[in-house]
C-alpha cells in the first residue's frame, strides 16, 4: 500500500474516533446526574430539581443525537478502513459490537423515548424507572465498547490461525487485563466530565445571575460530588497506569519518553520526564526535564525498580513517542487541575461563601469553574490518543499489525474518504455545540406548570362522550415548551 494512502487511512479513523468520542461519556454521565436529580424531586417535591431534570434533559438529547449520528459513522469506518482487521478480527470484535447493539443501544433506543416524551404520559414513578434504565443502558454500553477496545490492548482468551481470531476462551477474553482497569477509569472519566459540564452551566448562569437561586443548589451538589470523583479518577487512572506497564511495557515506555532502561554506568535511574523533547529517530531525548527516580517510585514503589526503556524493543515494534508522551501530560495536568478546582469549590462551601448571598461574590471561581467545564472534553481527547497512539504498530498488540488490518486503497479513495468524513463530522461538531449554547443561553423553561400524574403536558383535550357533540371541543392548553 502507498505509504501515504496509508497515512490518509489512519488519519481519517483518527478523525472519526476523535469526534465520536466527545459525545458518550457526556451521555453516560449526564444520564446518571439526570436520574440523581429526578430522584430528589420526586423525594423533596422540590420544584426546582424538576426545572434542572427538563433543562439539562434537553442539553442530554441534543448531545445523545451527535453520539448516535457519530456512532453510525464510526462503525461503517470499521468494514471501510480496516476491512481485513473486521473480518479477521470478527468472531470476537464483531461479536461484542453486537452484544452492545443488542444489550445496551437497544436497550436505551426503548427506554429513551419514554424519558424523552414520557412527561405526564406515564407515571412519575415510571419516568424515574425510564430515566434510571437510560443511565444504565448507557453504562453497559461503555461496558462493551470498552471491552473491544481493551480487548485490542491485551488480546486473551484467543488464538489467530489462518488469519482469524478463534476465542478460546470468552471469560479471559472478556475480562481482559486492560479492561479491568480501563473500564473503570472511563466510566468515572464520564461521571467526572458531566460534574464539570453541569458546573459550567451553573457557574455561567450565576454569573449572568439568571435563576441564580435554581442553579445554586446543583452547583453546590455537583462540586461537593468532584471532591470524591476527581480524586478517584487520579486514583484509577495510576491503577491503569500499572496495568499497562505489566502488560504493555513498550506503551508506558513511549508514554513516559523512557528510552533507555539504565544509565551509561548502568545504575538504575528511572528519571521521570516532566518534559522532554523526544527523538524517535535517534532513539533519545534531545533534552528533557527530568524528576530522577521518580518512575520507578510510581511504577515499582521502590526508588531503585527497573522499568523497561524502548531500547529493550525492537525499532519496527516501538511506538512513536511525541502523541503519547505530550498527551499523557495533559491528561495528567487536567486531571490535577480538576481537582484543585474542586477542592476550591468545596473550600467555598465550608466557608459559607456558597451561599445565595455570597455566591455571585465569587467571581474568579466562577469564572475558573466556567473555563474548566471545556477541560474535561480535552482530557478524555488525550487520553484516547494516548491509548490508540502508544499500542501502535499493533492493530492488536502482538498479534496484528496495523498494516496487516488497514484497507488497501488508492491516495485518491482515502482523501475522498478523509474529506467526506472531516465535513461530515464537523457539520454534527458544529450544530450540536450551537444548539447546546442556544439551549444554555434560553435557560430553564419556568413558566409551563410542572406535569401532573397521566396528564398532558401540552396539547389538546378532547371533549368527552358525554358533552354536547353540537359544540366543538373543547381544549385546555397546558402551555409552554416541553
Given at each position: 500500500?502507498?505509504?501515504?494512502?496509508?497515512?490518509?487511512?489512519?488519519?481519517?479513523?483518527?478523525?472519526?474516533?476523535?469526534?465520536?468520542?466527545?459525545?458518550?461519556?457526556?451521555?453516560?454521565?449526564?444520564?446518571?446526574?439526570?436520574?440523581?436529580?429526578?430522584?430528589?424531586?420526586?423525594?423533596?417535591?422540590?420544584?426546582?430539581?424538576?426545572?434542572?431534570?427538563?433543562?439539562?434533559?434537553?442539553?442530554?438529547?441534543?448531545?445523545?443525537?451527535?453520539?448516535?449520528?457519530?456512532?453510525?459513522?464510526?462503525?461503517?469506518?470499521?468494514?471501510?478502513?480496516?476491512?481485513?482487521?473486521?473480518?479477521?478480527?470478527?468472531?470476537?470484535?464483531?461479536?461484542?459490537?453486537?452484544?452492545?447493539?443488542?444489550?445496551?443501544?437497544?436497550?436505551?433506543?426503548?427506554?429513551?423515548?419514554?424519558?424523552?416524551?414520557?412527561?405526564?404520559?406515564?407515571?412519575?414513578?415510571?419516568?424515574?424507572?425510564?430515566?434510571?434504565?437510560?443511565?444504565?443502558?448507557?453504562?453497559?454500553?461503555?461496558?462493551?465498547?470498552?471491552?473491544?477496545?481493551?480487548?485490542?490492548?491485551?488480546?486473551?482468551?484467543?488464538?489467530?490461525?489462518?488469519?482469524?481470531?478463534?476465542?478460546?476462551?470468552?471469560?479471559?477474553?472478556?475480562?481482559?487485563?486492560?479492561?479491568?482497569?480501563?473500564?473503570?477509569?472511563?466510566?468515572?472519566?464520564?461521571?467526572?466530565?458531566?460534574?464539570?459540564?453541569?458546573?459550567?452551566?451553573?457557574?455561567?448562569?450565576?454569573?449572568?445571575?439568571?435563576?441564580?437561586?435554581?442553579?445554586?443548589?446543583?452547583?453546590?451538589?455537583?462540586?461537593?460530588?468532584?471532591?470524591?470523583?476527581?480524586?478517584?479518577?487520579?486514583?484509577?487512572?495510576?491503577?491503569?497506569?500499572?496495568?499497562?506497564?505489566?502488560?504493555?511495557?513498550?506503551?508506558?515506555?513511549?508514554?513516559?519518553?523512557?528510552?533507555?532502561?539504565?544509565?551509561?554506568?548502568?545504575?538504575?535511574?528511572?528519571?521521570?520526564?516532566?518534559?522532554?523533547?523526544?527523538?524517535?529517530?535517534?532513539?533519545?531525548?534531545?533534552?528533557?526535564?527530568?524528576?530522577?527516580?521518580?518512575?520507578?517510585?510510581?511504577?515499582?514503589?521502590?526508588?531503585?525498580?527497573?522499568?523497561?526503556?524502548?531500547?529493550?524493543?525492537?525499532?519496527?515494534?516501538?511506538?512513536?513517542?511525541?502523541?503519547?508522551?505530550?498527551?499523557?501530560?495533559?491528561?495528567?495536568?487536567?486531571?490535577?487541575?480538576?481537582?484543585?478546582?474542586?477542592?476550591?469549590?468545596?473550600?467555598?462551601?465550608?466557608?459559607?461563601?456558597?451561599?445565595?448571598?455570597?455566591?455571585?461574590?465569587?467571581?474568579?471561581?466562577?469564572?475558573?469553574?466556567?473555563?474548566?467545564?471545556?477541560?474535561?472534553?480535552?482530557?478524555?481527547?488525550?487520553?484516547?490518543?494516548?491509548?490508540?497512539?502508544?499500542?501502535?504498530?499493533?492493530?492488536?498488540?502482538?498479534?496484528?499489525?496495523?498494516?496487516?488490518?488497514?484497507?488497501?486503497?488508492?491516495?485518491?479513495?482515502?482523501?475522498?474518504?478523509?474529506?467526506?468524513?472531516?465535513?461530515?463530522?464537523?457539520?454534527?461538531?458544529?450544530?450540536?455545540?450551537?444548539?447546546?449554547a442556544k439551549v444554555i443561553r434560553q435557560g430553564p423553561d419556568m413558566d409551563t406548570p410542572v406535569v401532573a400524574e397521566g396528564q398532558e403536558p401540552l396539547g389538546y383535550l378532547e371533549a368527552t362522550p358525554d358533552e354536547d357533540e353540537s359544540q366543538p371541543a373543547y381544549v385546555r392548553p397546558y402551555g409552554g415548551r416541553?
Amino acid at each position: 500500500m502507498d505509504p501515504f494512502a496509508l497515512f490518509l487511512t489512519r488519519l481519517d479513523f483518527a478523525w472519526v474516533t476523535t469526534f465520536h468520542f466527545i459525545y458518550p461519556p457526556l451521555t453516560i454521565g449526564l444520564s446518571v446526574l439526570l436520574f440523581f436529580a429526578e430522584w430528589r424531586w420526586l423525594h423533596t417535591g422540590n420544584e426546582g430539581w424538576y426545572r434542572l431534570v427538563r433543562f439539562f434533559g434537553r442539553l442530554f438529547i441534543i448531545n445523545f443525537g451527535a453520539g448516535v449520528a457519530t456512532g453510525v459513522v464510526l462503525e461503517m469506518a470499521f468494514g471501510i478502513l480496516y476491512g481485513p482487521f473486521s473480518q479477521a478480527a470478527g468472531p470476537y470484535f464483531g461479536v461484542v459490537l453486537g452484544y452492545e447493539t443488542i444489550t445496551a443501544f437497544m436497550y436505551e433506543a426503548g427506554f429513551i423515548g419514554l424519558m424523552v416524551f414520557g412527561w405526564g404520559k406515564i407515571s412519575r414513578r415510571m419516568h424515574l424507572f425510564a430515566t434510571f434504565n437510560v443511565a444504565l443502558s448507557s453504562t453497559l454500553s461503555a461496558f462493551w465498547i470498552m471491552n473491544a477496545n481493551s480487548w485490542m490492548q491485551t488480546p486473551t482468551g484467543v488464538e489467530l490461525r489462518d488469519g482469524i481470531f478463534h476465542v478460546t476462551d470468552w471469560w479471559a477474553a472478556i475480562f481482559n487485563p486492560n479492561f479491568l482497569s480501563g473500564f473503570p477509569h472511563m466510566w468515572v472519566a464520564a461521571l467526572e466530565l458531566a460534574l464539570f459540564f453541569v458546573i459550567g452551566v451553573c457557574a455561567w448562569s450565576v454569573l449572568k445571575g439568571r435563576h441564580v437561586e435554581l442553579f445554586a443548589r446543583p452547583l453546590k451538589y455537583a462540586l461537593l460530588a468532584a471532591v470524591i470523583i476527581t480524586p478517584l479518577q487520579i486514583y484509577v487512572g495510576d491503577v491503569l497506569g500499572h496495568a499497562v506497564g505489566n502488560t504493555q511495557p513498550a506503551a508506558l515506555a513511549a508514554m513516559e519518553g523512557h528510552y533507555y532502561t539504565h544509565n551509561a554506568d548502568g545504575s538504575v535511574n528511572t528519571t521521570w520526564n516532566v518534559l522532554a523533547w523526544p527523538n524517535d529517530a535517534e532513539g533519545r531525548n534531545d533534552w528533557a526535564l527530568g524528576i530522577p527516580h521518580a518512575l520507578s517510585l510510581i511504577e515499582t514503589w521502590s526508588l531503585y525498580g527497573v522499568v523497561p526503556g524502548l531500547d529493550q524493543f525492537k525499532p519496527e515494534d516501538r511506538p512513536p513517542v511525541w502523541v503519547p508522551f505530550y498527551s499523557f501530560r495533559i491528561m495528567l495536568a487536567i486531571g490535577f487541575f480538576l481537582f484543585a478546582v474542586a477542592l476550591w469549590g468545596g473550600w467555598l462551601i465550608a466557608r459559607g461563601r456558597m451561599t445565595l448571598k455570597a455566591m455571585a461574590g465569587n467571581r474568579w471561581f466562577l469564572r475558573v469553574a466556567v473555563f474548566s467545564a471545556f477541560l474535561p472534553f480535552l482530557a478524555i481527547w488525550t487520553g484516547w490518543w494516548v491509548r490508540e497512539v502508544a499500542r501502535q504498530p499493533w492493530l492488536v498488540t502482538g498479534m496484528m499489525r496495523i498494516s496487516e488490518g488497514v484497507s488497501q486503497m488508492s491516495v485518491a479513495a482515502a482523501a475522498l474518504w478523509l474529506a467526506s468524513f472531516m465535513a461530515f463530522e464537523l457539520f454534527v461538531w458544529f450544530f450540536t455545540w450551537y444548539f447546546l449554547a442556544k439551549v444554555i443561553r434560553q435557560g430553564p423553561d419556568m413558566d409551563t406548570p410542572v406535569v401532573a400524574e397521566g396528564q398532558e403536558p401540552l396539547g389538546y383535550l378532547e371533549a368527552t362522550p358525554d358533552e354536547d357533540e353540537s359544540q366543538p371541543a373543547y381544549v385546555r392548553p397546558y402551555g409552554g415548551r416541553p
